[in-house]
């Protein structure tokens, strides 16, 4: 790999050993807790609620909102 070449994690996650993954989660939930993530942290909160109340959208009302 290139020296400044960027990775797609999403490639990579599935193919780490459970020890891995949860290393990875921990260093995830440190980096949210960071203040500047304060926003994106209370979306997915806000969005876990819906979800567990059944307020979703479709994928036409996403893509119309847009």
């Given at each position: 790999m290139a020296k400044?070449?960027?990775v797609?994690?999403?490639y990579f996650i599935d193919k780490l050993d459970d020890e891995d993954k949860e290393k990875l989660l921990f260093f995830v939930e440190e980096l949210l807790?960071?203040?500047k993530y304060r926003k994106l942290r209370e979306e997915i909160e806000n969005r876990r609620e819906e979800i567990?109340?059944?307020h979703i959208l479709s994928?036409?009302?996403f893509w119309d909102g847009i």
């Open positions: 400044n070449q960027r797609d994690i999403r807790k960071n203040e567990k109340t059944g994928h036409k009302e």
